[in-house]
């Protein structure tokens, strides 16, 4: 799915899975749809993205085989939403840990302008992007929240695999 050169073929773990993660959009619409943001037009007003960087980033990530289309009924008028593959679902550590990585490491540009992984199991903030830093589960789109203050008061359960 890269954008730029074709990594996929790589001898390189880190470069063949740069090959899908390494593009910011890439990433900030798996994002959405981890929130349960799947709907191509809440996706645009969300991110403030041209049309054509979402629909390329969302056809690589159908491509890639992280995201697949589902048709729902708008009133009549029959659209797809994008929703979450098990492969998808299991880019949740990487996700995780840029959010970490982040909170821990870059400044915050207000004190509305953080996120927080939350294993809703045991309610407690983890400090590990793939396992609950409080009780030691392992943390799954069906058992974590994200706590983003900037869009909720209080933590919001993540989209599972379709």
């Avoid at 409080?134 to 943390?139: D, I, N, P």
Wanted: charged share 20%; hydrophobic share 40%; proline share 4%.
């Amino acid at each position: 799915m890269a954008l730029r050169s074709d990594w996929s073929q790589r001898t390189c773990s880190m470069a063949r899975g740069l090959d899908i993660f390494g593009d910011p959009w890439s990433m900030l619409v798996l994002r959405e749809v981890f929130f349960g943001n799947g709907r191509f037009d809440a996706m645009k007003s969300r991110l403030a993205v041209a049309d054509s960087v979402l629909t390329r980033r969302l056809a690589g990530l159908v491509e890639s085989g992280l995201l697949e289309k589902k048709a729902y009924d708008d009133g009549g008028r029959l659209r797809q939403e994008y929703v979450l593959t098990p492969k998808g679902a299991d880019a949740l550590p990487v996700l995780n840990a840029v959010v970490m990585w982040a909170e821990k490491h870059l400044p915050a540009p207000s004190d509305q302008a953080h996120m927080y992984v939350i294993h809703s199991g045991c309610g407690q903030r983890t400090s590990s992007a793939d396992t609950c830093t409080g009780c030691g589960e392992r943390l799954t789109a069906a058992n974590t929240s994200w706590h983003s203050l900037t869009r909720s008061d209080a933590p919001m359960q993540l989209a599972t695999a379709a």
